[in-house]
């Protein structure tokens, strides 16, 4: 088994399979994921095939776009992955990782079993905050024809899927609602140190974002 072949392999496909996706789920979404992924791996020592894999498929089918169905992505995982001559082993260990990633709403608390799961949950997460995140944010806003701020609006957390889904708030409530909430949801100590400076700079952009809404600045 040529484990950076297989990598390269999964890589090609998943590019191939994200190339038109508008919501913030791009390849490059990915792309970004798979590099952070492996940096985290690389600092706490987790196994790096495993990461790898789980961190390129980890948005392969988004629980969102299929009805809230959280099952499509593991069995698309492992179907692609079933063909490249992995142990049983390590594609359970990714699929169980691929079902557990992605972030629910505020009530849930998703756990990761193993350092490999806490690692993808983390690059994954970092997506989601600092300039990346904030560039995210607006670009599914504006994919959802959100206003970017309603101040009339008053963030909500979650308890549920549907009050989550259900959701047409502003982008800016999106901040509220998410992005600032996931400093304190870092698994790692590693990627805990990257969240706090993101998530200072996400505070200082939306500082000076309510600065400018009233025009002071
Ligand atoms: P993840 O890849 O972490 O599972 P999601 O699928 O929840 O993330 O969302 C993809 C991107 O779109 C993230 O950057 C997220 O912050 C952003 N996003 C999700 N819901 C909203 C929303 N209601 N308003 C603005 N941005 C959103
Ligand atoms: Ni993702």
Redesign the pocket.
């Known amino acids: 088994m040529n484990k950076q072949k297989i990598i390269e392999r999964i890589m090609e496909r998943v590019k191939k399979d994200l190339e038109n996706e508008g ?3 791009d390849w490059w ?1 990915v792309y970004r994921v798979w590099k952070m992924a492996k940096r985290i791996a690389k600092e706490e020592s987790a196994d790096p095939f495993t990461v790898e894999l789980a961190a390129l498929l980890h ?1 392969i089918a ?1 629980w ?1 776009f299929h009805n809230g169905d959280d099952t499509v992505g593991p069995r698309m995982a492992r179907r692609i992955l079933s063909r490249q001559g992995i142990s049983e082993k390590i594609i359970d260990h990714v699929c169980e990782i691929i079902q557990m990633a ?2 629910k709403w505020a009530g849930v608390k998703t756990k990761m079993r193993t350092l490999e799961g806490k690692v993808v949950q983390d690059a ?2 970092l ?2 905050i600092g300039a990346i ?1 904030i560039a ?2 607006f670009a ?2 504006g994919h ?1 024809n ?1 206003l970017i701020y309603d101040p009339n609006e008053k963030p909500i957390l979650h308890r549920s899927k549907k009050e989550y889904l259900g ?1 047409r ?1 502003s ?1 800016i409530n ?1 901040f509220f609602e ?2 600032l909430l996931l400093k304190d949801r870092m698994n790692t100590k590693t990627a805990k140190n990257i969240a706090k400076e993101r998530h200072e700079f996400m505070e200082k952009y939306l500082k000076r974002f309510f600065e400018e809404w009233e025009g002071r600045i």
């Open positions: 919501s913030g789920h979404h948005d988004d969102k992605p972030f994954d997460r997506d989601a995140g995210r944010a599914y806003g959802k959100q959701s708030s982008t999106h998410k992005l």
